[in-house]
Protein backbone atom coordinates (compact mmCIF):
# COMPACT_ATOMS: atom_id res chain seq x y z
CA UNK A 1 0.00 0.00 0.00
CA UNK A 2 1.52 3.59 -1.01
CA UNK A 3 1.78 5.84 1.76
CA UNK A 4 2.52 9.73 1.07
CA UNK A 5 4.12 11.65 4.14
CA UNK A 6 3.90 15.62 3.62
CA UNK A 7 6.62 17.99 4.89
CA UNK A 8 8.70 21.25 4.83
CA UNK A 9 5.42 23.58 6.12
CA UNK A 10 5.37 26.33 8.07
CA UNK A 11 4.75 29.95 9.27
CA UNK A 12 6.04 32.76 6.21
CA UNK A 13 5.32 35.97 6.25
CA UNK A 14 3.90 37.05 2.23
CA UNK A 15 6.54 37.52 -0.18
CA UNK A 16 8.25 34.41 1.53
CA UNK A 17 9.15 30.88 0.12
CA UNK A 18 8.57 27.58 1.06
CA UNK A 19 9.74 23.76 -0.15
CA UNK A 20 7.03 20.84 0.18
CA UNK A 21 8.62 17.51 0.19
CA UNK A 22 5.91 14.61 -0.62
CA UNK A 23 7.95 11.13 1.14
CA UNK A 24 6.43 8.09 -0.71
CA UNK A 25 6.47 4.82 0.30
CA UNK A 26 7.34 2.42 -2.31
CA UNK A 27 8.43 3.24 -5.70
CA UNK A 28 6.87 5.94 -7.48
CA UNK A 29 8.69 5.59 -10.77
CA UNK A 30 5.29 3.35 -11.52
CA UNK A 31 2.96 6.46 -10.35
CA UNK A 32 2.49 8.49 -13.39
CA UNK A 33 0.19 11.08 -11.73
CA UNK A 34 1.54 13.35 -8.81
CA UNK A 35 -0.38 15.81 -7.24
CA UNK A 36 -0.38 18.36 -4.78
CA UNK A 37 -3.51 19.50 -3.08
CA UNK A 38 -4.42 21.94 -0.34
CA UNK A 39 -7.66 22.62 1.81
CA UNK A 40 -7.97 25.70 3.69
CA UNK A 41 -10.22 26.49 6.96
CA UNK A 42 -14.12 25.94 5.89
CA UNK A 43 -13.08 25.11 1.92
CA UNK A 44 -13.14 22.00 -0.06
CA UNK A 45 -9.69 20.54 -1.19
CA UNK A 46 -8.49 21.50 -4.41
CA UNK A 47 -5.59 20.62 -7.00
CA UNK A 48 -2.92 22.84 -6.76
CA UNK A 49 -0.11 21.40 -8.70
CA UNK A 50 0.24 18.10 -11.44
CA UNK A 51 3.24 16.44 -12.74
CA UNK A 52 3.13 13.85 -14.84
CA UNK A 53 5.62 10.33 -14.97
CA UNK A 54 7.15 12.52 -18.10
CA UNK A 55 7.88 15.42 -16.29
CA UNK A 56 5.04 17.25 -17.51
CA UNK A 57 3.40 19.57 -15.18
CA UNK A 58 0.08 21.92 -14.57
CA UNK A 59 -1.10 24.42 -11.98
CA UNK A 60 -3.90 26.00 -11.13
CA UNK A 61 -4.36 29.66 -12.17
CA UNK A 62 -3.97 30.93 -8.79
CA UNK A 63 -0.32 29.87 -7.99
CA UNK A 64 1.37 29.79 -11.66
CA UNK A 65 4.44 31.44 -11.92
CA UNK A 66 4.23 31.26 -8.02
CA UNK A 67 4.85 27.20 -7.39
CA UNK A 68 6.69 24.94 -9.01
CA UNK A 69 6.09 20.73 -8.61
CA UNK A 70 8.84 18.48 -9.59
CA UNK A 71 9.51 15.08 -8.60
CA UNK A 72 12.87 13.14 -7.47
CA UNK A 73 12.04 8.98 -8.84
CA UNK A 74 15.73 7.96 -7.06
CA UNK A 75 14.06 9.50 -3.92
CA UNK A 76 10.61 8.65 -3.81
CA UNK A 77 10.00 12.04 -3.29
CA UNK A 78 7.53 14.94 -5.24
CA UNK A 79 8.24 18.79 -4.13
CA UNK A 80 6.36 21.93 -4.26
CA UNK A 81 8.43 25.21 -4.44
CA UNK A 82 6.33 27.79 -3.24
CA UNK A 83 7.44 31.01 -3.71
CA UNK A 84 5.85 34.80 -3.57
CA UNK A 85 3.77 33.28 -0.62
CA UNK A 86 0.44 34.98 -0.12
CA UNK A 87 -1.82 34.77 2.92
CA UNK A 88 -4.74 32.84 0.63
CA UNK A 89 -2.15 30.36 0.30
CA UNK A 90 -2.95 29.27 3.59
CA UNK A 91 -3.99 25.52 3.80
CA UNK A 92 -3.10 22.31 4.73
CA UNK A 93 -1.00 20.75 2.24
CA UNK A 94 -1.34 16.90 0.75
CA UNK A 95 -0.61 14.82 -2.01
CA UNK A 96 -1.78 11.88 -3.62
CA UNK A 97 -2.33 10.51 -6.89
CA UNK A 98 -5.99 9.83 -8.23
CA UNK A 99 -4.65 7.09 -10.86
CA UNK A 100 -6.04 4.82 -11.02
CA UNK A 101 -7.52 5.80 -7.51
CA UNK A 102 -6.73 8.12 -4.52
CA UNK A 103 -4.58 6.34 -1.95
CA UNK A 104 -5.30 7.26 1.43
CA UNK A 105 -4.84 10.68 2.39
CA UNK A 106 -1.34 11.69 4.49
CA UNK A 107 -1.74 13.98 7.29
CA UNK A 108 -0.78 16.84 5.41
CA UNK A 109 1.76 19.93 6.35
CA UNK A 110 0.22 23.48 7.44
CA UNK A 111 1.47 26.53 5.63
CA UNK A 112 0.78 29.83 6.91
CA UNK A 113 1.19 32.91 5.45
CA UNK A 114 0.62 35.84 7.95
CA UNK A 115 2.90 38.99 9.04
Known amino acids: QVQFVESGGGLVQPGGSLRLSCAVS????????MDWYRQAPGKQRELVAR???????VSVDSVKGRFTISRDNAKNTVYLQMNRLKPEDTAVYYC?????????WGQGTQVTVSS
Open 96 to 104: NSPVPSFRP
Open 26 to 33: GSIFSIRI
Open 51 to 57: ITGAGST
